[in-house]
Nanobody, 124 residues
């Protein structure tokens, strides 16, 4: 069982930066791949980025390549999403997710565990 709690969302102007944090509970955190997804009003949930349990491999969605970076600290049971050069179209609720299945996490939009989400608003 893994419980996830996101933080770090807020309002920022275009071109600014935010860092989201996802704190995970559970002794087996380091066996899970972790991901970030987002959902804007009226749109489907979108994959943002994922990182393997070891942190040795990451995968970014096309819309955030070169701007967002996912990382994790298995000692602190935490995963981060550093978001730079934010755009108004990045406005969404951002969700943290965990799954042992990398393919399911990165290709199906589903995951075993989800956080409650944190709002990110980017103004022009």
């Amino acid at each position: 069982q893994v419980q996830l709690a996101e933080s770090g969302g807020g309002s920022v102007q275009a071109g600014g930066s935010l860092r989201l944090t996802c704190a995970a509970s559970g002794r087996t955190f380091d066996t899970y791949a972790m991901g970030w997804f987002r959902q804007a009003p009226g749109k489907e949930r979108e994959f943002v980025a994922a990182i393997r349990w070891s942190g040795g491999s990451t995968y970014d969605g096309d819309s955030v390549k070169g701007r967002f970076t996912i990382s994790r600290d298995n000692v602190k049971n935490t995963v981060y999403l550093q978001m730079n050069t934010l755009k108004p179209e990045d406005t969404a609720i951002y969700y943290c997710a965990a799954d042992r299945n990398w393919v399911r996490l990165t290709t199906t939009g589903t995951a075993a565990y989800w956080g409650q989400g944190t709002q990110v608003t980017v103004s022009s």
